[in-house]
């Protein structure tokens, strides 16, 4: 039998959701700032006495309303916080699990894709991904296999806000570690990031892609084009990046480096005349041409717009550029 106490306990707990059932909008929304502001930090256990062992039943109700609800955007701070409570409730893996059976996931991830939700209301839903990604590899590969990369990356790069941008950053950094079944579906978002117009995003990626990189081992070829899109921009941070972007290519074989070096000479010389001068005074066009010389790997001759036979390829893997006298002089000049 249950003593008296434990049975006023339960009681309490069943006018409460009696309450919370009946309640329309406002006063739900008064209910969850409550739970927020006297359940900071606490633990599943104290979590289990403050609801008489039934916290669950709490949780399930606001989880509903969420599902009801998310995209009219209806109290959704205070939804997004009061699950928050649940998911970092130490000893509190069970609400976890709750949560993900009810489709828990997916619906974070949507809250990313919806316009009319607030920037704020999106930071939270980041928050909780970042919760449940940092609970298990099982669960970060749950995140991915709900294409979760793909619309975590498409918020990152239309997001105007910095702070909930450097959110972002971190849950991708986390999904990019101890994930080896989807590592690599990490790797390519953030590659692909780097041709965003954001130039936030930009920045942040090519740091979180030098961690990956390591893990990864060997770079991804496609990585070539989205790091010399990133050489154009004007934003002083993304230049900062930009001293180490580079060094993320030293894994690609020598002919694909020789391709993104090729690539690279050209944007240079492209926009600046003074650039190519100086180029071809450091004798780079000697070294294009025994690039195109390769008949081994023919992606070097196609950065550089030229088809050859094999007797032109000969030729120019042995030539010797000779520069013309009063360039050379000029060229002299100008470096002392």
Same mark, same amino acid.
């Given at each position: 039998? *249950? $003593?008296?106490?434990?049975?006023?306990?339960?009681?309490?707990?069943?006018?409460?959701?009696?309450? +919370?059932?009946?309640?329309?909008?406002?006063?739900?929304?008064?209910?969850?700032? #409550?739970?927020?502001?006297?359940?900071?930090?606490? *633990?599943?256990? =104290?979590?289990?006495?403050?609801? %008489?062992?039934?916290? %669950?039943?709490?949780?399930?109700?606001?989880?509903? +309303?969420?599902?009801?609800?998310?995209?009219?955007?209806?109290?959704?701070?205070?939804?997004?916080?009061?699950?928050? !409570?649940?998911?970092?409730?130490? $000893?509190?893996?069970?609400?976890?699990?709750?949560?993900?059976?009810?489709? &828990?996931?997916?619906?974070?991830?949507?809250?990313?894709?919806?316009?009319?939700?607030?920037?704020?209301?999106?930071?939270?839903?980041?928050?909780?991904?970042?919760?449940?990604?940092?609970?298990?590899?099982?669960?970060?590969?749950?995140?991915?296999?709900?294409?979760?990369?793909? @619309?975590?990356?498409?918020?990152?790069?239309? @997001?105007?806000?910095?702070? *909930?941008? =450097?959110?972002?950053? !971190?849950?991708?950094?986390?999904?990019?570690?101890?994930?080896?079944?989807?590592?690599?579906?990490?790797?390519?978002?953030?590659?692909?990031?780097?041709?965003?117009?954001?130039?936030?995003?930009?920045?942040?990626?090519?740091?979180?892609?030098?961690?990956?990189?390591?893990?990864?081992?060997?770079?991804?070829? @496609?990585?070539?084009?989205?790091?010399?899109?990133?050489?154009? @921009?004007? #934003?002083? =941070?993304?230049?900062?990046?930009?001293?180490?972007?580079?060094?993320?290519?030293?894994?690609?074989?020598?002919?694909?480096?020789?391709?993104?070096?090729?690539?690279?000479?050209?944007?240079?010389?492209?926009?600046?005349? =003074?650039?190519?001068?100086?180029?071809?005074?450091?004798?780079?066009?000697? &070294?294009?041409?025994?690039?195109?010389?390769?008949?081994?790997?023919?992606?070097?001759?196609? #950065?550089?717009?030229?088809?050859?036979?094999?007797?032109?390829?000969?030729?120019?893997?042995?030539?010797?550029? #000779? !520069?013309?006298?009063?360039?050379?002089?000029?060229?002299?000049?100008?470096?002392?």
């Amino acid at each position: 039998m *249950t $003593s008296i106490k434990e049975q006023a306990a339960i009681s309490r707990l069943i006018t409460f959701l009696q309450e +919370w059932d009946s309640a329309g909008k406002v006063t739900r929304k008064h209910i969850l700032e #409550n739970f927020i502001l006297a359940n900071q930090d606490k *633990t599943g256990p =104290e979590l289990e006495i403050e609801f %008489s062992q039934g916290a %669950s039943l709490f949780l399930a109700r606001i989880t509903a +309303w969420l599902r009801l609800t998310y995209m009219y955007g209806t109290c959704l701070e205070q939804q997004l916080k009061s699950i928050g !409570i649940f998911l970092s409730a130490a $000893s509190g893996q069970r609400y976890l699990l709750e949560f993900l059976e009810i489709g &828990g996931i997916l619906t974070l991830l949507e809250i990313l894709g919806l316009k009319q939700v607030k920037e704020e209301d999106k930071m939270e839903s980041v928050k909780l991904l970042q919760l449940v990604a940092k609970s298990g590899r099982k669960f970060k590969e749950l995140i991915c296999e709900s294409y979760g990369v793909r @619309s975590i990356a498409e918020f990152f790069a239309t @997001s105007k806000s910095e702070a *909930t941008q =450097e959110q972002v950053q !971190i849950l991708l950094d986390t999904l990019g570690h101890g994930n080896p079944k989807y590592q690599n579906q990490v790797y390519k978002g953030l590659i692909a990031l780097l041709k965003c117009t954001s130039p936030k995003a930009q920045q942040l990626s090519l740091q979180t892609l030098r961690i990956i990189q390591s893990i990864v081992g060997k770079a991804h070829p @496609s990585i070539v084009d989205s790091v010399l899109s990133v050489l154009r @921009s004007l #934003n002083f =941070e993304v230049q900062y990046e930009e001293a180490g972007s580079l060094r993320l290519m030293e894994s690609l074989p020598a002919y694909v480096q020789q391709a993104a070096a090729a690539k690279t000479i050209g944007i240079l010389a492209q926009e600046s005349r =003074e650039v190519a001068e100086e180029l071809i005074f450091l004798n780079v066009v000697h &070294g294009l041409m025994c690039a195109m010389g390769n008949k081994d790997h023919t992606n070097d001759a196609a #950065n550089l717009y030229l088809n050859m036979d094999a007797v032109q390829a000969d030729i120019l893997a042995t030539n010797i550029v #000779n !520069i013309p006298a009063d360039c050379l002089a000029k060229g002299k000049t100008s470096f002392t």
